[in-house]
């Protein structure tokens, strides 16, 4: 096994095998998110997924740029946009560390053969005002994975919580191929040729452009002003959305009719906060890239942060509520007392966010 | 009487967090057998990072039965023409005994009925499966979390419980986890069950799963870095006990393996590589015997020592990545020189109110040259122009890569810098260096073990960066308070009472610290500053604590020695370590107990007539009435106060003290045959005169009223 013998696993390979194991532990296989993201976890299928009681189990790849990492691909060991594999296991099951090890096995490493610790790491990302804790998980020395129990999110407490594994693909493929470089990994093998491609030519462009791009060429003044744009509307999405639910509460509290407020129902059931968290997601990217361009002092560093914490926060709440009208929803469809009906739900429209 | 046993099996508990759960765990335990009365011999810890357990041997199968007198009614009430009454009967029946087994108690409100009682004592079993949960629910922990409901935290989540009284479960639940007789071994080194046959097999059979106690493992540790050590001759490995303690606590079943790197490596400062070596991997440095850094490293595994090679592998792989990224960051940092950086720390934040790391630096500056002056002043020798370039340099490596990357670093790598930086053409090589050092030891004495730094510059600046620092925060009102120091201001303030101690500084402390407060002046911070006398009131406390704690922790005095010298002036650390050296030299010698015992007297009969309002005359003067004993004390003072006086000026404090020592006699003599508070208010006045006099001759090195007296 491993020892940069041919069959170690290809990038490819690595992505193509955790996925499998995971999938056939119940959980859907996402595709990465398309906006930029600094990790797996402001993906929505984590950020927004892990609010609320439902269970859910999804893995997915995600691409993970972090601006001020970039090295103009000249550094063997560090990216500016690195690949996770990101795992959310909600609740997560009793033997999930055994399953994490068992994952692994899937990837050919032997714990027999090595040596595993699990260190103590406690996650926590300000911007978005979540926090967990846990462990890096280190294999003969390397951080290979991220083990966290997250335990809030967008400032909500999580109940169930969930289990979160962030396996750093580059980091355990090098390990597998044995190579010094990431640039030198093999991403895909040819089966028929044996013609190997690396990840320095599938990548290297990117790095080295993204460096130059986010360290010289970009527009600060611009970035400042599309940070802004993307704030506002976010901003004034949620703040519509505010107004929505007031009116439901008022139509309901004011009128006997169980359908009244249906159509404010039925709008705040449809309302856009995906999209509002899409634009959460482009200011806190924005805001990397200030950041790597050095245009945010560190006075002026943690008022950003707030400002997109705000956001994240406010769509996080809006989110928890939303989801809980569809459990009312789909409540409805039991034969129950209508006036019964209409007490609950005006009861569940009322309650405050985030309880 | 069964032997107890309780296993909490855990996910893996951090490090540091390990032994003092262990403890606590074991103190509650021990605190619930003793409340219960279930007795039990000595308990034993076993604690792994995936398990915390408690072992007792010999505990009470049950507590005993308790028998108690229950008191009733009055006889009065109980009994009417010596039949029982209902009140009686109730009694009775509420005691579980028969109306003809009541007796009768005599107490100080009259006679009542009594009955005697029996409570059967509970199993042992039953009181600890209603009882542990909570104790471990209790158990503190820096960080914890949930993973069932919110209401229910533990460091990590819990996956198996063992409880036993001998073979026997006890039927105890936690967190939807029910005890039973089933631990876990080593993860991947038995990984299965491990059925616990007795509390007292416990350990063995944990053994033989590859899991070993806290002590066996440190000296399996030790021993196989010894061993492995020995494959290359004339070498050690560098001792550390947090790193080891550290290791200790990550494994369950602990190996060493000996790794190498580049020889090239040894090219960057032994400081970063130690660094990247203990902190981020947890390794172990090997030095030669003049303590030159070898290319090599241990690591220490929770598995068996990975025979084939792969483990060894892997690591060095690691390292080397760790090494070139901070060879990266060296190189990159000498683009911009130190002196360079020093106008980037306009853009680092200090503190919110206080400013950036860019005025700091000015204001350390200040500070420092002023201390330059006091110290001059005072006949210590300071190399011209170090401390003011080492100052404005210090906080410039704040900026650089590597100390952003290990911040621990922080002086160190400025100090390795401004050694290998040009600085200022016009300075010499020597001069150069003297600054090097100067930034390089600046945050030390980072504990109160670590040593100070090596120079005076380096003291200074070490001092002036602190004193900056606790100035500002105190003069904001963020004054340390019970656990809360976020600022370690504490910490910092011990080491400034250190520093001054073992360089011998003669500084004031007050003055200083206003000055250092005085640096502030005109900066936006000082509209939100508390007022001066607030300011120096709080940095008085702050600084008597640290130099109590200094005097009793490093110097080992006694509570009382301590108090009393710090009772005289807190103001001069070196002054109040000279002054309790001379206390503790004279103590022992009977004339200071009994001095003691009269300067308790004196300060209480002063107290006495301050609350009646009675006021000493303005000095003694001897009157025809004073008694003789009171005229030759009087005459005492007179004539060796000044002679002690001379000699603490000249801070000879034991011979000014042995000298104070003959006072006992006249002292004495006045005790035993004058009154103070007599009626007569003119001799009265007069006589409170001379003891306030007299106290104050006492107090001037020590407060003897503070000494506590021999054999109590």
């Avoid at chain 1, 359908?259 to 039925?266: F, I, P, T, W, Y």
């Avoid at chain 2, 906080?395 to 160190?412: H, M, P, S, W, Y």
Wanted: charged residues 25%.
């Amino acid at each position: 096994m491993t020892s940069s013998s041919s069959n170690a696993l290809t990038f490819q390979e690595l992505i193509l095998r955790l996925q499998t194991f995971w999938a056939q532990r119940g959980c859907v296989l996402q595709q990465p998110y398309d906006v930029e993201v600094g990790a797996g976890t402001m993906a929505p299928e984590t950020f927004l997924r892990v609010l609320g009681p439902k269970p859910y189990r999804v893995a997915y790849v995600q691409p993970s740029r972090r601006p001020a990492d970039g090295r103009y691909g000249e550094n063997p060991n560090r990216l500016f946009k690195h690949m996770q594999l990101q795992v959310i296991l909600k609740p997560p099951p009793e033997n999930v560390q055994e399953l994490y090890l068992e994952s692994l096995g899937a990837i050919g490493i032997d714990l027999r053969h090595h040596d595993i610790k699990f260190e103590e790491d406690n996650w926590e990302a300000p911007t978005l005002s979540a926090w967990g804790v846990g462990w890096q998980v280190m294999l003969d020395g390397l951080e290979i994975t991220q083990f966290t129990y997250f335990q809030q999110c967008g400032g909500v407490d999580l109940n169930p919580m969930c289990a979160e594994l962030t396996y750093g693909l580059e980091r355990i493929a090098a390990f597998l191929q044995d190579v010094d470089s990431i640039y030198d990994i093999v991403w895909a093998r040819d089966p028929d040729t044996g013609a190997v491609v690396k990840y320095a030519e599938v990548r290297l462009a990117d790095e080295l452009q993204f460096s130059v791009y986010n360290f010289e060429f970009a527009d600060v003044d611009k970035a400042w002003k599309h940070f802004e744009l993307y704030e506002a509307e976010c901003n004034a999405l949620i703040e519509k959305l505010g107004v929505e639910k007031k009116d439901l509460a008022l139509k309901r509290g004011n009128s006997a009719d169980p359908d009244a407020g249906s159509g404010h129902a039925q709008s705040v059931a449809r309302f856009p906060l995906l999209g509002a968290y899409d634009l959460c997601l482009k200011c806190s990217h924005l805001f990397n890239i200030l950041d790597a361009r050095g245009a945010i002092s560190v006075t002026e560093r943690v008022g950003v942060i707030a400002r997109v914490r705000a956001l994240a926060v406010g769509i996080a709440k809006a989110w928890v509520d939303q989801q809980k009208g569809e459990s009312v929803a789909e409540k409805a469809d039991e034969p129950e007392p209508a006036a019964e009906k209409h007490t609950k739900r005006t009861k569940e429209a009322l309650s405050p966010v985030g309880s | 009487m069964p032997d107890f046993l309780l296993e909490i099996g855990c996910e893996e508990i951090p490090a540091r967090m390990i032994e003092a759960a262990s403890l606590e765990l074991r103190e509650r335990v021990a605190a619930l057998l003793a409340r219960e009365r279930l007795a039990g011999g000595e308990l034993t810890t076993f604690d792994t990072p995936r398990r915390l357990a408690v072992l007792v041997p010999g505990i009470s199968q049950a507590q005993a039965d308790l028998t108690e007198q229950l008191t009733g009614p009055s006889v009065n009430v109980a009994f009417k023409d010596g039949q029982p009454t209902p009140a009686a009967h109730a009694f009775a029946k509420k005691a579980a005994v028969d109306v003809s087994q009541l007796e009768r108690v005599t107490t100080p409100k009259g006679e009542y009925i009594a009955a005697k009682v029996t409570r059967k004592g509970r199993s042992a079993a039953e009181i600890l499966a209603e009882s542990l949960p909570k104790e471990i629910a209790g158990i503190y922990w820096p960080k914890n979390m949930y993973w069932r409901k919110p209401n229910e935290r533990f460091v990590r989540p819990v996956r198996w419980l063992v409880a036993m009284l001998d073979g026997e479960t006890i039927p105890l639940e936690f967190d939807g986890i029910t005890a039973g007789k089933t631990s876990r071994g080593h993860r991947i080194l038995h990984d299965g069950a491990v059925t616990i046959p007795a509390g007292s097999a416990y350990v063995d059979a944990l053994r033989s799963a590859k899991v070993l106690g806290r002590a066996e493992r440190e000296y399996q540790i030790r021993k196989t870095l010894d061993a492995a050590t020995r494959a290359i001759p004339g070498v050690r490995w560098r001792e550390d006990k947090a790193l080891l303690d550290s290791v200790v606590n990550l494994t369950e079943f602990p190996s060493v393996i000996l790794g190498g790197f580049d020889s090239q490596f040894l090219s960057l400062p032994a400081e970063v590589l130690v660094t990247v070596m203990r902190d981020q991997q947890k390794y172990f440095a090997i030095e030669d015997a003049n303590g030159k850094l070898l290319p090599h490293f241990l690591a220490v595994l929770n598995t068996d020592s990975g025979p084939h090679g792969l483990i060894r592998h892997g690591n060095e792989r690691v390292l080397r990545a760790r090494f070139n990224d901070a060879r990266f960051f060296w190189e990159t940092d000498q683009k911009k020189s130190l002196l360079e950086r020093v106008d980037l720390l306009r853009s680092v934040t200090f503190q919110k109110d206080l400013g950036s790391y860019y005025d700091k630096t000015q204001r350390v500056q200040r500070l420092c040259s002023w201390l330059n002056e006091i110290l001059k002043q005072n006949g210590v020798t300071v190399r011209p122009g170090v401390v003011h370039k080492a100052a404005c340099l210090a906080k410039a490596d704040l900026t650089t890569e590597l100390v952003k990357e290990f911040t621990e670093l922080q002086g160190i790598v400025g100090g390795l810098y401004a050694r290998a930086q040009q600085l200022d053409p016009s300075l010499k090589e020597e001069t150069r260096f003297a600054i090097a050092d100067t930034i390089y030891d600046h945050y030390k004495p980072e504990s109160t073990e670590d040593d100070v730094p090596r120079s005076i510059e380096g003291a200074m600046l070490s001092i002036g960066d602190k004193a900056d620092t606790i100035a500002g925060m105190f003069a904001l009102g963020l004054v340390p308070s019970g656990s809360k120091d976020p600022f370690a201001l504490r910490r910092q303030a011990n080491a400034i009472v250190k520093v001054i101690a073992e360089k011998k500084l003669p500084l004031h402390l007050s003055e200083m610290m206003k000055d250092a407060r005085a640096g502030y002046r005109g900066s936006a911070a000082e509209k939100k500053f508390v007022d001066d006398e607030a300011y120096a009131q709080s940095i008085k406390t702050l600084f008597r604590e640290r130099l109590e704690f200094y005097l009793k922790d490093a110097w080992g005095y006694a509570y009382d020695v301590v108090k009393a010298v710090l009772g005289a002036d807190v103001d001069d650390v070196v002054d109040s370590l000279a002054r309790a050296q001379a206390v503790k030299q004279v103590l022992h010698l009977p004339e200071f107990q009994a001095i003691g015992a009269a300067c308790k007297r004196m300060r209480n009969i002063l107290r006495q007539a301050e609350e009646k309002g009675i006021k000493p005359a303005e000095n003694f003067e001897s009157l025809p009435e004073s008694a003789s004993e009171e005229q030759s004390l009087a005459a005492y003072v007179e004539g060796t106060g000044p002679r002690v006086e001379a000699l603490r000026k000249e801070k000879k404090y034991a011979e000014a003290l042995l000298l104070l020592a003959t006072a006992r006699q006249p002292v004495d003599a006045f005790f035993d045959k004058v009154m103070v508070m007599v009626e007569d208010p003119k001799l009265r006045a007069n006589r409170l005169a001379l003891v306030r006099t007299l106290l104050k001759e006492f107090s001037t090195i020590a407060d003897f009223s503070e000494i506590v007296a021999e054999g109590k």
